[in-house]
């Protein structure tokens, strides 16, 4: 990939620098792949460090978030369980932590569970650095498959869920009805969880009827 090949406008008095990225294509073209700000810490004034989980049932569905109106970032946007990493976090600390906090806000036992779930089931997708509204966002996505079926909602995060079919999930992405933003290399993600449910579809069918990962 041909990275830094052209320099973004970036906010007034910032010295520091995007570029845009490309790979190459038929015939010798340029497709663009996105934007990254090289060599800055996460959550500094450039780079937004933040986490996305695909939660999927044994349906092949995807959990979906309407987030609340009072929220600061998108309020009332639809997205899949997501959030900031803190500065004193690595990613997955940060997935963990965020899944917890949004779905399972309820007693101990129930934080716990769903802690270790995610600790046992979360399987880490592709990153991502892109730029969107002149801010530059590193995303680490991940994906899991939960046997949780009832969930305590943050009321101040999260006003509710509801399970969308994946492909109809990933064309509301595409279409841009959701808070997730849209670039071509999501497509490898999609991929990646379509193949993921595959294998556990043909797990279940070898376990003759049930699904093995699941308690």
């Given at each position: 990939m041909n990275q830094f090949k052209e320099k973004l406008n970036t906010r007034?008095?910032?010295?520091?620098?995007?570029y845009k990225t490309y790979?190459?294509?038929?015939?010798?073209?340029?497709?663009?792949?996105?934007?990254?700000?090289?060599q800055l810490e996460l959550n500094s004034n450039?780079?937004?460090?933040?986490v996305s989980c695909f939660?999927?049932?044994?349906?092949?569905?995807?959990?979906?978030?309407?987030?609340?109106r009072n929220k600061k970032i998108d309020p009332g946007t639809l997205d899949i369980v997501s959030g900031h990493i803190d500065n004193?976090?690595?990613?997955?600390?940060?997935?963990i932590r965020e899944y917890v906090e949004e779905l399972h806000n309820g007693s101990k036992e129930e934080q716990e569970e769903a802690?270790?779930?995610a600790i046992e089931n979360l399987k880490k997708l592709?990153?991502?650095?892109?730029?969107?509204?002149?801010?530059?966002?590193?995303?680490?996505?991940y994906m899991m498959l939960t046997n949780i079926k009832t969930f305590t909602l943050e009321k101040e995060e999260v006003k509710s869920v509801r399970w969308v079919p994946m492909e109809e999930l990933f064309e509301m992405i595409r279409q841009g009805k959701t808070g997730i933003i849209y670039d071509e290399r999501l497509e490898k993600e999609f991929q990646?969880?379509?193949?993921?449910?595959?294998?556990?579809?043909?797990?279940?069918?070898?376990?003759?009827?049930?699904i093995g990962c699941f308690r």
């Amino acid at each position: 990939m041909n990275q830094f090949k052209e320099k973004l406008n970036t906010r007034k008095n910032d010295t520091r620098s995007f570029y845009k990225t490309y790979r190459e294509g038929k015939d010798g073209k340029k497709i663009y792949t996105g934007s990254i700000a090289p060599q800055l810490e996460l959550n500094s004034n450039c780079v937004i460090g933040t986490v996305s989980c695909f939660v999927l049932n044994e349906k092949g569905e995807i959990l979906v978030e309407e987030r609340t109106r009072n929220k600061k970032i998108d309020p009332g946007t639809l997205d899949i369980v997501s959030g900031h990493i803190d500065n004193n976090e690595i990613p997955i600390q940060a997935m963990i932590r965020e899944y917890v906090e949004e779905l399972h806000n309820g007693s101990k036992e129930e934080q716990e569970e769903a802690r270790n779930e995610a600790i046992e089931n979360l399987k880490k997708l592709e990153e991502l650095y892109l730029v969107c509204n002149g801010r530059a966002y590193y995303i680490q996505f991940y994906m899991m498959l939960t046997n949780i079926k009832t969930f305590t909602l943050e009321k101040e995060e999260v006003k509710s869920v509801r399970w969308v079919p994946m492909e109809e999930l990933f064309e509301m992405i595409r279409q841009g009805k959701t808070g997730i933003i849209y670039d071509e290399r999501l497509e490898k993600e999609f991929q990646q969880v379509r193949k993921f449910y595959q294998e556990i579809v043909k797990g279940n069918e070898e376990k003759n009827g049930t699904i093995g990962c699941f308690r």
